[in-house]
Each structure stands twice: as C-alpha cells, then as structure tokens.
C-alpha cells in the first residue's frame, strides 16, 4: 500500500518560515520524481517545486528564491523548505510521486495534504 504522509503544516507570520516533509513507504522511492503542490480555496491545485531521481530541480516563478526542495532517497522523504513566506502562499500543501518512463506516467500518487496559513 503507497503512502505518502505530510507534516510540517501550520500557520505562521508573513516573512516566516515552514519546514514541510513527506515519507513514503510502499513504492520504490528513488525512482520517483517526487513534487509539491498546493491548491488554495476556489483555485486549481498547482505545481510548487519538483524534484527529478537525478536530484534536478523546478520551481513556481512565485516561489523562486524562497523555497527549496530536496530528497533524502535513503530515509525516503523529501522536504520543502519555505522561507519568507507570503500571505499568498496560503494554501493545502500536497506531497506527489510520479514514475514515469519513456515520456509516459505510470504511477501518480498524492499525500492527504497539511494546510500552510501566512498571516498576521
């Protein structure tokens, strides 16, 4: 059985910092792009930052220069690192894993998500 479990959620101040992390179990970790999104009230869920098997990575023009994503193959997890947060970073934040081979998605799966609140 996949899983994929957030933690790190909460609210904080506009200008601070959350620490979000995801550990999998049930899939072959360090062969999965490994991604967050979030998804704010009456909007579409969105690409946050990704992270390749070969450790590249991609970020929303919105988060660039904040945040920083990263993976720790061995203990399964990857963590999202957001500093100087926004008001507008508000949102359910969600772990993704994909595998994908040849241009094709084979398995895509989600965290049950931790909501973030930037406000004063």
């Known amino acids: 059985q996949v899983q994929l479990v957030e933690s790190g959620g909460g609210l904080v101040q506009p200008g601070g910092s959350l620490r979000l992390s995801c550990a999998a179990s049930?899939?072959?970790?360090?062969?999965?792009?490994m991604g967050w999104y979030h998804q704010a009230p009456g909007k579409q869920r969105e690409l946050v930052a990704a992270?390749?098997?070969?450790?590249?990575?991609n970020y929303a023009d919105s988060v660039k220069g904040r945040f920083t994503i990263s993976r720790d193959n061995a203990q399964k997890s990857v963590t999202l690192q957001m500093n100087n947060l926004k008001p507008e970073d508000t949102a359910v934040y969600y772990c993704?894993?994909?595998?994908?081979?040849?241009?094709?998605?084979?398995?895509?799966?989600w965290g049950q998500g931790t909501q973030v609140t930037v406000t004063s």
């Open positions: 993704n894993a994909q595998y994908k081979s040849g241009g094709y998605l084979f398995d895509n799966y």
């Open positions: 049930g899939i072959s970790f360090n062969i999965y792009e």
């Open positions: 992270i390749t098997t070969g450790g590249s990575t």
